[in-house]
């Protein structure tokens, strides 16, 4: 990891923008762009060239364009960015094509990582053990753009792909099949992020849950990403910086 100090451009300058800023200044990078609409992509996006990466933390309808323009300008690119996951092989091709380099993460937090290994560990010690029951819970501030949150997809991926009868996940609401794992949303005013993975069965319920105090875990995940990144080419998740299985 480079302790270059960095000129960073922020795609997004919503309340993680602003937290990352704080943060990135207080680690003596500079903010050398901020764009957060398309008016300032026309006058300022020439300047992403003269930046050393590019954090970009949007909307999911925004994020893919975004990711190309940083590509097409020779930076790399962390996107904390969810609810476009549809479109990530193509973006991860282009990557490749392109021979430039994305850090993606659905959780920059590394307390969030951890939470993901301890999530995949327990789904294989409970994988043949049908009595067990499992499902999720995530709550999260009223401003967050998608539901269920991108942190509780990746936790469903991780144990659908450890349970044979689970094909899928689904919104905890509406009934479903024996194969759809459920998914409860909140979205609850000053509520920065909760995830609960919870295993019933007829004779006990193991739970593990992760809480997040405020942003500032997940700010600082994405800015250890982009000094990671430097010098890097291809595509790499926080499992490849805290070296997880």
Known sequence: MTNHQLKIALIGYGKMGRTIEQLALQKNHSIKLII?????????????ADC???????????????????FEAGIPVVTGTT????????????CLKMDQSLFYASN?????????????????????????????????????LDAPSGTAISLAAD?????????????????HAEEVLPIKSYRIENI???????????????????????????????IIAAQWLIDKKGIYTMKDLMKLA
């Open 52 to 70: 050393d990466v590019a954090i970009e933390f949007t909307s999911p309808e925004a994020a893919p364009a975004n990711i190309r323009r940083c």
């Open 108 to 144: 920059f937090s590394i307390g969030v990582n951890i939470f993901f290994a301890l999530n995949n560990y327990l789904a294989v010690l409970l994988k043949n053990l049908d009595g067990y029951k499992p499902r999720i819970i995530e709550t999260h501030h009223t401003a967050k």
């Open 159 to 175: 144990i659908i792909k450890h349970r044979q009868n689970l094909k899928m996940w689904g919104d905890a609401d509406q009934d």
């Open 36 to 48: 957060d609409n398309q008016l300032q992509w026309d006058s300022h996006g020439k300047d992403l």
């Open 83 to 94: 609810g476009w996951l549809h479109e990530l092989p193509t973006i991860e091709k282009l």
């Open 192 to 222: 920065t992020g909760t995830h609960v993975v919870t295993y019933d069965s007829a004779i006990d319920t193991i739970e593990v849950k992760h809480e997040a105090h405020n942003r500032s875990g997940f700010a600082e995940g994405a």
